[in-house]
């Protein structure tokens, strides 16, 4: 059973988190955006990475989950633009791919990222990794 405190979900204005859920798998962003929904986030989706930069571009996000294997501009890609746009140091970022072994995730997390969650992953895994992403990011 999962339980959360709709209230840590808000931002200043008490609207829902929102986040944004990157991946060229339409099942999987459809999978993660209605966990996140029922956890109480908005979401936002992209298909792929240069999707992800155009929204990223247009609005501000309070997290992303971000794929890692994408065709086209993939995770690596978008996480370099995020680190040389400034996007990195105020929008946190959960990697989440079945294809990150244990140098990349530390990688990853030297380079900026909040942490990874492995495909396939639990629902409560999903949620309370994006919980800490916000929550760090906030404190």
Known sequence: MIIIALSTL??????PLAVLVVDDDPDIRMLIR???????????????G???????????????????????????EVL???RDRGLLARTPVLTCSAH????????????????????PFRPDQLIDAVGR???????
Do not use: C, W
């Open 10 to 15: 808000e931002g200043p204005g008490h609207e």
């Open 34 to 48: 209605i966990h996140l929904e029922l956890a109480g986030y908005a979401v936002h989706e992209a298909r792929n």
């Open 50 to 76: 240069e999707d992800a930069l155009l929204q990223l571009g247009e609005q501000l996000f309070d997290g992303v989950v971000l794929d890692l294997r994408m065709p086209g501009i993939d995770g690596f």
């Open 80 to 82: 370099e633009t995020m």
């Open 100 to 119: 990150a072994d244990e140098d990349v995730v530390a990688t990853l997390s030297r380079s900026g990222t909040s942490g990874h969650v492995a495909k």
């Open 133 to 139: 992403m916000l929550n760090g990011h906030a404190a």
